[in-house]
C-alpha cells in the first residue's frame, strides 16, 4: 500500500513542477517548487529512500529560502548567494557522507548539489 500511496504522491509532485514552471513570476515558481519538493520527500520516505528524502528535506529548505529572501524585495549581495549555496552544498554532501552505503546512494546527493548549483546561477 505505500508503494501505491508513494506513486501518486510522486505523480502529484511531478504534476506540480509541470504547472510550476508555467508561471512567470519568481514567487509563484519557487512557490511551486517548494511543495514539489514536499511531495517528492514524502515520496521518497514512503519508498523507503532515506538518502533522496534527505535531500528533498534540504530542497525544501532552500526553496523557503530563497522564497523569503526574495519577498523582502531587497537586493542582497551576491556573497550572501554564495554563502547560502555554500550552506546548502555542505548540507548535501553531509547527508552524503552521513547516509553513504554505496555508490547509488550517491545519486541523490549528486543531483542536489547539481541543482543548488542551477537553482543559484539562474538568478544572475
Do not use: W
Not at 74 to 84: F, G, H, Q, R, T
Amino acid at each position: 500500500m505505500n508503494f501505491i500511496i508513494a506513486q501518486v504522491l510522486g505523480f502529484i509532485g511531478l504534476t506540480l513542477a509541470c504547472i510550476g514552471i508555467q508561471y512567470k513570476k519568481k514567487k509563484h515558481i519557487l512557490l511551486f517548487n517548494i511543495f514539489t519538493a514536499l511531495f517528492f520527500m514524502v515520496h521518497y520516505v514512503l519508498l523507503g529512500a532515506t538518502t533522496a528524502a534527505a535531500v528533498g528535506v534540504v530542497g525544501v529548505l532552500k526553496f523557503i529560502t530563497f522564497y523569503y529572501k526574495d519577498a523582502r524585495k531587497e537586493k542582497l549581495s551576491k556573497k550572501i548567494d554564495v554563502a547560502i549555496l555554500v550552506v546548502f552544498l555542505s548540507m548535501n554532501f553531509i547527508i552524503g557522507v552521513v547516509t553513504y552505503k554505496n555508490l547509488l546512494t550517491l545519486l541523490p546527493v549528486v543531483a542536489g548539489i547539481m541543482r543548488n548549483i542551477c537553482n543559484v546561477a539562474e538568478t544572475y
